[in-house]
């Protein structure tokens, strides 16, 4: 099933419609800060281990 750009057009207009401008904006955000956080989670221990001193360094010389 192939969606053209017009059944995009509606199909995000009912979305729209049903749910407001407002809420999509912070449904947006949380997706964002979810696959964010998700990045995160797969980084190694030793790639964490090596950000956290460099914050260390960064916090003692500022």
Same mark, same amino acid.
Do not use: W
């Given at each position: 099933?192939? #969606? $053209? =750009?017009? +059944? @995009?057009? %509606?199909?995000?207009? %009912?979305?729209? @419609?049903? #749910?407001?401008?407002?809420?999509?904006?912070?449904? =947006? =955000? &949380?997706? $964002?800060? !979810? %696959?964010?956080? #998700?990045?995160? =989670? @797969? *980084?190694?221990? +030793?790639?964490? !281990? !090596?950000?956290?001193? +460099? *914050?260390?360094? &960064? +916090? *003692?010389? !500022?």
């Amino acid at each position: 099933m192939n #969606f $053209g =750009g017009f +059944e @995009l057009v %509606i199909i995000l207009v %009912i979305v729209i @419609l049903i #749910f407001g401008v407002g809420r999509l904006g912070r449904v =947006g =955000g &949380e997706l $964002g800060s !979810a %696959i964010k956080n #998700f990045r995160e =989670g @797969l *980084k190694t221990d +030793e790639e964490r !281990a !090596a950000k956290s001193e +460099e *914050k260390k360094s &960064e +916090e *003692k010389t !500022a």
